[in-house]
T-cell receptor, first 114, second 111 residues
């Protein structure tokens, strides 16, 4: 099992460019999440998908959109990248049907906006 | 929403000593409290978690305590080793789909 796979691992964009970050999990989890991680601020939830077909805003959704393509895949899109979106982005998944199950994280995408 | 505060932000300990990280949460309905360890350049990984019906949980050199009345929980690492050097995050959840994370503690174990 690969777990949670994120692509790409690194990306440099210019201000105003668009970009889609991909996330796929092979654990048959229902819930998926996108976080951003900035120094000294921990992990902040951008969007999440409780189950296939649903998406909801998290703590910092502005400037982002998401698509839950199917049960396995959850993508994050930056329509017009801004330098403030320079961050490390983590995708995670979880199976809420098992009770207090933890979230499992991918390796992250390091995104720089120039 | 839930607000989780974590202290200290940095912690330096001598190898073999203990390390303690404390977190407070704001929502008394929170009932699940995981701790994640993140090594430099790596993904966060769960190291231990506790539910609100339990006051303490241990796993080898790691323990977590929970005080529901005071709304705080702590991570204890005993007999620290160089491989314990990492950033540790606490989090809280109230049985829904979302975790609220603390800002993290950078632990450095000095040889």
């Amino acid at each position: 099992n690969a777990g949670v796979t994120q692509t790409p691992k690194f990306q440099v964009l210019k201000t105003g460019q668009s970009m889609t970050l991909q996330c796929a999990q092979d654990m048959n989890h229902n819930s998926m999440y996108w976080y951003r991680q900035d120094p000294g601020m921990g992990l902040r939830l951008i969007y999440y998908s409780a189950s296939e077909g649903t998406t909801d805003k998290g703590e910092v959704p502005n400037g982002y959109n998401v698509s839950r393509l199917n049960k396995r895949e959850f993508s994050l899109r930056l329509e017009s990248a801004a330098p403030s979106q320079t961050s490390v982005y983590f995708c995670a998944s979880r199976d809420p049907g098992q009770g207090f199950e933890p979230q499992h994280f991918g390796d992250g995408t390091r995104l720089s906006i120039l | 929403g839930e607000n989780v505060e974590q202290h200290p932000s940095t912690l330096s300990v001598q190898e073999g000593d203990s390390a303690v990280i404390k977190c407070t949460y704001s929502d008394s309905a929170s009932n699940y409290f995981p701790w994640y360890k993140q090594e430099l350049g790596k993904r966060p990984q769960l190291i231990i978690d506790i539910r609100s019906n339990v006051g303490e949980k241990k796993d080898q050199r790691i323990a977590v305590t929970l005080n529901k009345t005071a709304k705080h929980f702590s991570l204890h690492i005993t007999e620290t080793q160089p491989e314990d050097s990492a950033v540790y995050f606490c989090a809280a959840s109230k049985n829904d789909y979302k975790l609220s994370f603390g800002a993290g503690t950078t632990v450095t174990v000095r040889a």
